[in-house]
């Protein structure tokens, strides 16, 4: 890999032109701000039918949530490790940006920094509030 992050960006429905760059920009400053310097990660950008489904199945909730991580740390035969993958509600995504006053791609930036705080093993549910501090010092300095 010579010390690089993959970033694949998939959209389920039509995608927001140059922002899948962006995401992958932003994907790689936050992991590299917090150390990782290699490996692969994936980011799905959904609706809020298929993050339902994913929230039943993973998590046992029947609604709709912004965001999803999925930790994988998995080594795949190249020998990268996959991170992880991040999936994203662009209809809850919007609500949130709307109801926040900024736009949908800043929403979006702001989940997918949590979420790969997630799949790097941060849990602002376990931890002291480390994870909230990291959150809004990598907002501060990437957005």
């Known amino acids: 890999m010579g ?3 993959a970033v694949a960006v998939r959209w389920q429905g039509r995608a927001l032109p140059g922002f899948s760059q962006q995401l992958r920009q932003l994907a790689r400053a936050t992991l590299q701000r917090i150390g990782i310097s290699q490996g692969s ?3 799905l950008l959904c609706d809020d039918r298929t993050m339902e489904l994913f929230n039943r199945h993973f998590r046992r909730e ?3 949530t912004d965001v999803l991580s999925f930790p994988s740390h998995e080594r795949l035969p190249s020998g990268t490790v996959h991170l992880g993958d991040v999936a994203i509600s662009l209809e809850t995504a919007s609500r949130q940006a709307a109801a926040a006053g900024h736009s ?3 929403e979006v930036a702001i989940l997918l920094i949590h979420g790969i705080l997630h799949v790097c093993g941060f849990d602002h549910e376990r931890d002291e ?4 501090a990291l959150e809004r010092k990598l907002r501060e ?3």
Do not use: D, H, S, T
């Open 41 to 43: 990660l994936a980011v």
């Open 141 to 143: 300095e990437l957005l």
């Open 104 to 106: 949908l791609q800043r």
């Open 129 to 132: 509030g480390e994870m909230e």
């Open 3 to 5: 010390g690089r992050v």
């Open 62 to 64: 029947n609604k709709p």
